[in-house]
């Protein structure tokens, strides 16, 4: 049993990770400051006596004697990481900070939730981990991409500098059951839309492709990742390379919902990737032959199923 600490552990992720780590029989810190996490999240979590919540914000220091953390606290989605910039890369580069800070002084191991927006809007594809990506410095989302850029920057530091065993995923887009219903990430957009039979918004022409991985896949990845070598750090692009354009996404959505929704076009927002694939060679070849198991329409299936239940709730 490992003493496990999870930043934006309440959040559609880190929630995910804790419900594996706690069945596993680890004892876990989730810490949290609710900003787009819940404690509905982990709700079902409160009453294992190996499950702690902690209310704290990753800009200020944390202490806890932990073997293992995985820093997660961040918001993820256009919508949340712009309503406030200056506080999403404070939370990212502080709260970085902090947690290498906390790792060097009680010799834990740590990982780092970076993200496929390193790679910026890319030139190559699909994107390999020694590609340094095509990053606007002072575009509407440098907050994030320059953020965690920043945080895989001083990870590497802390690891040269302090000897501080660290661990980077590139996470690609994740899906699945608690993921934010407002948070305007196209596959809870696309959902929550087609439930409530309104139109299906399609940014562009709907040409532009993600490559979608359903969160157990990612889950098994994080923890394959903080088992690696030692000195093994990364980089490692976590993702399933099958790619969708926004217009496959939507008819295979409306086929699964049966809903009668129309689709319509809006404006590309700034900035938005065309493409985005990952190259998951050294995922499969350093994490033991880990390679994405769920396919989109059994993801999708899934995804549905929560949405389905968290509207008639609301109902
Ligand atoms: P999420 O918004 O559901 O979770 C983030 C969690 O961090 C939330 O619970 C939030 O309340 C918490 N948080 C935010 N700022 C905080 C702060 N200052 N202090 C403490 N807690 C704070 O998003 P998610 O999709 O679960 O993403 C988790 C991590 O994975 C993020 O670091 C994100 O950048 C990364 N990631 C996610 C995806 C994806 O597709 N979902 C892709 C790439 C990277
Ligand atoms: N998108 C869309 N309709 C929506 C929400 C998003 O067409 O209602 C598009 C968006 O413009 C982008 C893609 O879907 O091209 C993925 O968007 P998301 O915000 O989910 O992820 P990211 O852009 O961060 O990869």
Redesign the pocket.
């Known amino acids: 049993m490992k003493r496990i600490l999870v ?10 990770l804790c419900d594996t780590l706690i069945a596993q029989g680890h004892d876990v810190i989730c ?8 404690k509905q ?1 982990i709700i079902h979590l409160l009453d294992s006596p190996y499950f702690e919540l902690v209310r ?5 220091p944390y202490f806890a004697e932990v073997d293992e953390i995985y ?7 256009p919508i ?2 712009q309503y406030n910039p200056i ?2 890369i ?3 580069v ?2 970085a900070i902090n947690m290498l800070g906390l790792a060097k002084r009680i010799k834990a191991k740590i990982l ?6 390193v790679y910026g809007d890319p030139l190559t594809h699909p994107q390999v981990e020694n590609y340094w990506g095509n990053v606007n410095p002072i575009g509407v989302r440098s907050c ?1 991409d320059e953020g ?1 850029r920043c945080a895989e920057s001083l990870f590497m530091n802390y690891h040269r500098q302090n000897q501080v065993t660290i661990k980077i995923i ?6 699945g059951p ?3 219903p407002n ?1 305007g ?1 196209v596959v809870s957009n696309f959902i929550v839309q087609a439930l409530k039979n309104q139109p299906i918004t399609i940014f562009g022409d709907g040409h532009q492709t993600r490559s979608f ?1 359903y ?1 157990d896949d ?1 889950v098994e990845a994080m923890m394959r990742m903080m088992e690696t070598r030692e000195d093994f750090c990364g980089p490692v692009n976590i ?1 399933n390379p099958n790619e969708f354009s926004m217009l496959e996404l939507a008819k295979e959505v409306l086929d699964l919902t049966g809903s009668r929704s129309k689709i319509v076009f809006k404006p590309l927002p700034e900035d938005d990737p065309t493409q985005r694939q990952p190259d998951i060679s050294l995922a499969k070849k350093e994490l033991n032959n880990w390679e994405p198991k769920v396919q989109l329409r059994e993801g999708l299936t899934k995804t549905i199923e929560y949405f389905d239940q968290l509207l008639k709730n609301q109902k």
């Open positions: 930043t934006g552990g309440a959040g559609f992720i880190g929630s995910h810490l949290d400051n609710y900003f787009t996490g819940s999240n704290h914000d990753v800009t200020h820093n997660l606290a961040c918001p993820a989605s949340h990481y506080k999403t404070k939370t990212s502080m709260g780092q939730a970076s993200t496929s927006e994030y965690k590139r996470i690609f887009n994740t899906y608690r993921m934010h948070d990430r991985q969160i990612l993702g």
